[in-house]
Every structure is written in C-alpha cells, then in structure tokens.
C-alpha cells in the first residue's frame, strides 16, 4: 500500500489547453458571445478577442510529439478542448500516446453558467478539476515544444516545483500606468500588429494573492510545473475567488492566473526551486528579425535550448517557417 502511494506521487501528468478557432461552429459561438458580453465592469484587455489567441497553426503536433520523444515518463496527456478534437487525433493516436481529450464542460462542472468560455485564464482556473489527473502535473500551451530530453526533476524535486523567471518588484498598477499602457498597446498593434496582454499585471495580482507585497517572481514562457493539491485547497477555502474569475468568456484586466497563484502559494510554502531560463527561447513571427530567426532556429537544432514557444508563427517568412518545421520534424520524430 504505501509503495503504491508512494508511486501515485511520484506520477507526473501534463495538460495542454487547444482550441481550433476557424472552426466555424467555434467561431459563430465566439461571436455571439462577444456581441452579448457585458462584463464591462473594468476595462477590457484590447487582446481579449485578438484572432492570433483562436489560431491553430499546428503547434500542438509539435508539442504532443516532443512530449513522448523528449519526456516519455509522462503518464498521461490531457487535451483540453471546447466540444472539438484535432482531425490527426484518432482514437488509435490517442491511445498510442495516451491522450485523454477532456471538454470544457468537464472541468467545469456544477458551472455550466459560465460556457461557452473563450478566456484561456478562466480555462486555467479550472484544469485542477480534470478528473483523473495525477497530483503533480505540467502545464503546457499548444505552442509550447521541449527541443531536448528532460526529467521529472527538471519540473518537480519531491514536493517542490522548479520555476525558471526572475524575481522583480512589485509595482502598482494605478489610473495613470493603466492608461499609459493601453497608449502603449496601440502603438504596439499599430506599429508591430501586436497586442500586449498586460502579462505583467496578471503576474503580480497573482502574486499578491497569495500575500506578496513587495516582489513576485516573474515566471518565463515555459511548461509550468503544477501541483493540484495546493489549488484545490485554495479554492476550496476561497470559492469566491473561483467564480469570480471564471466567469468572464473573455480576458478581463481584473483577473488573476491560477498558474502564478499556484507559483507563488508553493513559494510561500517554502517548495520552490529557482532556476534560470537559459534553456528558454520564444520564436515570435510577428517581431523577430530574419537574422534573429536564423540564429534562433539554430541554437533550436542544435539543441542549445530545452524549451521554445512558437509565437505568431503563421507571421513567419515562408522559407524560414519551413526551415524551423524541418528542424523540430527532425528533433521530435513527429510522426502524428
């Protein structure tokens, strides 16, 4: 018996969030919702209902592929969807490379009300709710790719979970700073065709969730290691913070990330190991430079880095969008 559960916390998951945005029945569902969303309680985020958050480019044949080539000790793969399922996932794929495909309308159960959502961080509040899923699980967006091989202890050392960011100071986020921001946004759709998200913010509310006053750990673009026991108990303890943020359909700039939350809970619980990102790089179609992108796709092939996110890359030149395919065809052995 204790061997048995001393094997249950060792079992590590990983749960990815996917959605095929030109699906039309998706987006004639996104559409309404938009129409009839009056959550204008506080200022939206401009990126809320930006075309690039509903795109499927691809990325999750990369991301599933790396996942068994690069950590096979993973048990399961939980795909979260909204009522759809990619064409290459058959139910022979899914058992080959035990991917669970789990609706919304299961993580969200007993809060139908909230569906259909189109709000990646509500979605998130919710994952812990899968049913199945091993205490220790690693998120992943479907434009997250490991390009080499990794251990459980790259994600989890016993019961602490390895964060690669930067500590940074904890600023306040007042009328002027908003509205300077929302000045910066427009310049940046305007200029790069790119809408920021107020990441930061999100980052620090979290933060302060969890009672951080004067700096919060600045986490990078990476698979994120999760503990499921440390989100239960807060929301548990905390219900209307659940239902507060799950029930916008669209990102709202009041919102909080279950992901930092739960980073910040198991740091003030003394269970963090911090880590650089040196082993971290974004590819993002829509600012990097050809010569970067040269570069990037190298150190890619080379295997100088573990982890990428695929960024805007329907953005990306057509020769060098080939050339980065190639290299992670090669690195993942993706056969799906």
């Known amino acids: 018996m204790n061997n048995s559960r001393e094997r249950a916390k060792d079992t590590i998951d990983a749960v990815i969030t996917w959605v095929d945005g030109s699906d039309w029945k998706h987006r004639k ?64 794929v899914c058992t080959e490379f035990d991917v669970t495909i789990v609706d919304h309308s299961q993580i969200f159960y007993l809060y139908e009300w909230v569906l259909p959502t189109f709000n990646s961080r509500s979605i998130e509040t919710a994952l812990w709710r899968i049913p199945g899923l091993a205490e220790k699980f690693i998120y992943f967006n479907d434009d997250f790719v490991i390009t080499a091989p990794v251990k459980p202890t790259d994600f989890f050392m016993g019961e602490k979970a390895v964060m690669r960011g930067d500590w940074r100071p904890i600023i306040t986020y007042g009328r002027m700073r908003l509205l300077a921001n929302r000045l910066a ?3 940046s759709k305007k200029i790069l065709g790119v ?32 503990h499921k026991p ?5 929301f548990e303890e905390n219900p209307d913070h659940f239902e507060q943020n799950i029930r916008y359909k669209f990102r709202d700039i009041s919102q909080f990330s279950s992901i930092y939350l739960a980073y910040h809970l198991k740091i003030a619980q003394d269970e963090a ?9 974004m590819i993002h179609g829509e600012i990097d430079p050809l010569f970067l992108l040269e570069r990037k796709i190298q150190k890619i092939g080379e295997q100088k880095v573990r982890f990428i996110s695929l960024q805007g890359i329907e953005k990306i030149n057509e020769r060098y969008r080939e050339k980065l395919e190639k290299v992670l065809i090669d690195l993942t052995g993706m056969s799906l």
Request: glycine content about 2%; charged content about 25%; proline content about 4%.
């Open 273 to 281: 190991i911090f880590s650089n990102t040196d082993d971290v790089l």
């Open 29 to 92: 569902k996104r559409l309404q919702a938009l129409n009839q969303d009056s959550n204008e309680i506080s200022p939206v985020l401009q990126s809320r209902n930006d075309e690039t958050r509903f795109l499927d480019n691809g990325e999750l044949r990369f991301c599933i592929s790396s996942i068994r080539r690069f950590a096979p000790w993973i048990r399961n793969i939980f795909l979260v969807t909204d009522n759809q399922r990619p064409d290459f996932l058959t139910d022979e």
């Open 185 to 187: 946004n427009y310049l």
């Open 195 to 226: 809408n920021r998200s107020m990441h930061l913010l999100l980052q620090i509310r979290s933060a302060e969730l969890a009672g951080f006053t004067k700096r919060y750990f600045c986490v990078d673009h990476v698979p994120h290691p999760m």
């Open 230 to 234: 440390v989100l239960k108990k807060y």
